[in-house]
């Protein structure tokens, strides 16, 4: 009969209708289920994937939480227990990039000897593509995608170009945006550093039996400094007269930069608390 | 009518043109490549006629150039020609494979037009016409396409620099270890990185709005008693019927369309030459932006025409995740394209909200699995860059298994049988198959035309052997099967994914030797998907560098639209919206 398949489709609606506005009627509409109440009618939203009813969200009171995987904007990782950055200025990030989004200068002592660290580092997040290529390859686990998405700004340049202080992250940020991630590199980083120890004891013991053997005399194992001691001092020194450099400048003082990085730093360390929170209800705890 | 799935045959061994054609194939393009032959110039015409007529070789895939200036590889050392004109055909009534035919071309010299036996070579030779400047002789219409009438230059020639040009390949040297970076903004490029071609006049230049196939459209003839005029009517560039920066220019008498021509560009980005100055693998991310509803089916793609230049294995696991991740972004796009297709039949936005409802759950599942909702980068050369996070096979099992299956029953309901969508889509944007084959139309175009050619069956790729699907086919090549047979396709997606998610084995997920650091061997390789819109070719080009020597696209929303004239001629402007609708274009993939 003419006319059924409209009233068929029509049906369809009606229940759409009827199925959004009792849901929108509850106390409790089906997309807060599981979701976060920040207060002030701001929520992190967790959208089960067997959610019914009415699929929008308010943003941006309500926001998705979002999976650890997600990607934007770079971030250099800051190793706050041994109070270094981990990027030695390799520059593979720059190298596979591939709309060319990252520029690196490499640190140098006097002599010019290239130091393994960067002295600048810049991403232009204008250009970049979120491709998170310089995340995969990154020999030292140095940089990492940021999951901050709201970084409108009024203009491009250069409030879009990305230096080393805005790009700089404690590692606790990350252990808290990446909580997986991070747990599988940190068993991975310490299963090798107890392969190397090992070895190294191995080693050790071998050369202690060999020179109880020849000498009767034991002997104490060489440890393998990462850095030779000549370097650190050499390091501290440079710090020492960069700092002093500033200070003269006139521009910041010492104690401005440390404090503001001081501060930044503490309230990254708060967005990862906050974070490791909503991470909680995504495992359901 | 209706016909048995098109499978994959044994095709002849040798490339047999009898013995009056037997001088005109000057040889293998390579010693190792298999059924690539060189044509002399002269008798390609002859060639192709004999390999469509006597051969079946009906469809002509992909026509494409190659600029072999400054080429160091081993395989062209004794060769003078500069260009060489890619054909790859196919069979679509036997499956298999294709044959490739290279024609070598000196600067300057024109090549016989290939658009009176393959009416499908009309944009593709526009193409090659606008980025390589070879002169197509006997083309009807041989004008740019992607790029403006004042453009100085044919840009995918080797010698051609763009704007800014810092160097041939990346990455570029300038910006480690000492970092520097030169922004565009301190360049200052108005008025001073512009050059016209010779004789070309900015101030005296008018568009030419009526050339030759408008103007000379045949008059309405229907109603003599009436004298009316036809007029020359814009649709577009900025109108949402269009999906995007696109324009049809019609002659209309009253409300019906007397001739079409599809008018595209505005947004090129040249892709190809970026895909030259990238890496092989820098190139993944930007195929992402081709078709953007479908950067997973555009990934695997890439991915497969590499591997198969570089020979490079694919463990099981990531064969599956592959499968799945191919087969939710059919999904994905054939519910948004059923969603487009009823809003610009006037249904305003109600079916597309409906349908658009679970492709949020399938987006979000992307975005648990990769990092990015549609810019995925999930796929890399030898597998996928990491395996499923915890928890995701269960959700997407749930989606196959009992979401997805009633959302798209519901569509059938709220859709198929009403009476208003079949009164506006039977009969409309009629084109027989034969025809739309002639045009290199494919994908669910040609399925809704009766032939049930589907890549995954006639030349499977991947795994798609092991799965038990059909290919749905509809008779009536109208709006109305194109756009039921959406619906049928994504019907038998969901078919797939729940095998594939039913045997997916563990295991590794990347094999060895994709790194960025990847030098294919030299050589060349035309390989396609069933993408969701059609056939999604990659000719690639490598002489045996860090890059591409050569990246073409072969996108199926740009060649479709060789179709939009000839299925708009005779129906209502109104019509003519639905109609590219249902070709169901991405503007990033047609402009490229």
């Known amino acids: 009969m003419f006319g059924t398949g409209l009233l068929k489709g029509l049906g369809v609606t009606l229940k759409h209708a009827l ?111 979120s491709c998170s290529f310089c995340v995969e390859f990154c020999p030292f686990d140095a940089i990492k995608m940021n999951h901050d998405y709201e970084l409108a700004v009024y203009d491009r340049y250069p409030q879009l170009v990305y230096d080393m202080a805005e790009l700089t992250v404690p590692l606790e940020y990350y252990a808290a945006l990446w909580p997986t991630q991070f747990e599988e590199e940190e068993t991975r980083r310490r299963e090798e550093e107890e392969k190397k120890r090992r070895q190294e004891e191995e080693k050790a013991a071998r ?58 730093m503490e309230e990254l360390k708060r967005k990862a608390q906050e974070r490791a929170r909503q991470r909680k209800l995504e495992s359901g705890e | 009518m209706s016909q048995a799935t098109v499978v994959a045959e044994a095709p002849a061994d040798e490339l047999d043109l009898g013995p009056e054609l037997a001088d005109a194939v000057e040889g293998a393009w390579a010693e190792d490549t298999e059924k690539t032959y060189v044509i002399a110039p002269d008798r390609i015409l002859d060639v192709l006629r004999h390999l469509r007529d006597v051969q079946g070789y009906d469809f002509l895939s992909n026509l494409t150039c190659v600029d072999y200036k400054g080429y160091g590889g081993k395989l062209r050392a004794d060769v003078d020609a500069r260009l060489e004109i890619v054909y790859n055909l196919y069979n679509t009534r036997r499956g298999g494979g294709s044959i490739g035919l290279h024609v070598r071309v000196p600067e300057d010299e024109t090549v016989p037009s290939a658009t009176s036996l393959y009416a499908g070579a009309n944009l593709q030779e526009r193409e090659v016409y606008d980025l390589f400047g070879v002169k197509f002789e006997g083309h009807p219409n041989l004008r740019r396409i992607l790029l403006w009438d004042g453009f100085n230059g044919h840009p995918m020639r080797k010698d051609w620099q763009e704007a800014y040009f810092e160097e041939d390949v990346k990455p570029f040297r300038s910006r480690h270890p000492k970092g520097e970076y030169a922004f565009h903004e301190d360049k200052i490029p108005w008025a001073k990185n512009t050059t016209y071609p010779a004789g070309w006049d900015p101030d005296s230049w008018q568009e030419p709005v009526a050339y030759v196939p408008v103007s000379q459209a045949p008059h309405h003839e229907n109603e003599p008693h009436l004298d009316t005029e036809s007029i020359v009517v814009n649709l577009g560039p900025h109108h949402p019927s269009t999906h995007g920066v696109f324009r049809m220019l019609t002659r209309v008498e009253g409300e019906t369309i007397l001739a079409l021509e599809p008018e595209m560009g505005y947004l090129h980005r040249n892709h190809e030459k970026i895909g030259e100055r990238n890496t092989w693998l820098m190139n993944m991310p930007f195929t992402d932006r081709l078709d953007y509803l479908n950067s997973m089916s555009n990934n695997w793609s890439y991915a497969l025409a590499v591997e198969k230049l570089a020979g490079i294995e694919v463990p099981e696991r990531a064969e599956y995740l592959r499968v799945i991740m191919a087969e939710f972004t059919r999904i994905v796009n054939h519910t948004w394209s059923i969603g487009f297709i009823l809003n610009d039949l006037g249904a305003l936005q109600t079916p597309a909200l409906y349908a658009i409802e679970e492709r949020e759950m399938i987006l979000d599942l992307f975005e648990a699995v990769s990092g990015a909702r549609m810019m995925c980068n999930y796929m890399r050369f030898g597998g996928v860059v990491r395996d499923l996070p915890e928890g995701w096979h269960e959700q997407a099992a749930y989606l196959a298994n009992e979401r997805l299956p009633r959302a798209l029953d519901e569509l059938d309901t709220l859709l198929t049988e009403n009476e208003i969508l079949k009164a506006r889509g039977r009969g409309v944007g009629y084109l027989p198959v034969e025809d739309l084959i002639a045009l290199s139309v494919s994908g669910p175009m040609i399925r809704a035309g009766g032939l049930a050619y589907d890549i995954r069956k006639a030349e499977p790729y991947g795994i798609y052997d092991r799965f038990d699907f059909d290919v749905p086919t509809l008779p009536n090549s109208d709006i109305y099967d194109r756009y039921y047979i959406r619906l049928l396709e994504a019907m038998e997606s969901v078919r797939i994914l729940q095998q594939a998610l039913r045997d997916i084995p563990e295991g590794e997920t990347l094999g060895g030797r994709g790194g960025y650091t990847l030098r294919a061997p030299e050589g060349e390789v035309y390989s396609r998907i069933e993408a969701p819109k059609g056939e999604l070719g990659f000719y690639l080009a490598s002489d045996g560098k860090v890059a591409p020597w050569r990246y073409h696209v072969r996108s199926p929303s740009y060649i479709n639209l060789n179709a939009l004239g000839p299925m708009s001629i005779g129906y209502k402007v109104a019509d003519a919206i639905v109609i590219l609708g249902a070709i169901d274009i991405v503007l990033g993939e047609v402009d490229r």
């Open chain 1, 207 to 264: 050369l202690a039996a060999k020179q109880a053997e020849a000498a009767e005399k034991p002997a104490d194992a060489p440890a393998a400094p990462k850095r030779s001691a000549a370097e650190l001092q050499q390091l501290a020194r440079e710090r020492a007269a960069q700092r002093q450099a500033q200070a003269a400048d006139g521009g910041s003082s010492e104690d401005d930069a440390a404090a503001a990085k001081k501060t930044r």
């Open chain 1, 19 to 129: 199925d959004t506005f009792d849901d929108d009627r509850e106390s409790v509409p089906d997309r807060y289920r599981g979701s976060l109440d920040l207060g002030n009618n701001r929520r992190v939203i967790k959208q089960p994937i067997d959610q019914e009813g009415l699929l929008t969200i308010q943003y941006p009171e309500e926001k998705r939480l979002l999976p650890e995987r997600f990607r934007y904007i770079p971030m250099l990782i800051w190793d706050s227990e041994k109070d270094e950055d981990r990027c030695t200025a390799c520059g593979i990030c720059a190298k596979v990039c591939p709309p060319q989004c990252i520029w690196i200068v490499r640190d140098s002592d006097e002599d010019g000897k290239p130091l393994t660290r960067a002295s600048e580092f810049y991403i232009d997040a204008a250009v970049c593509m």
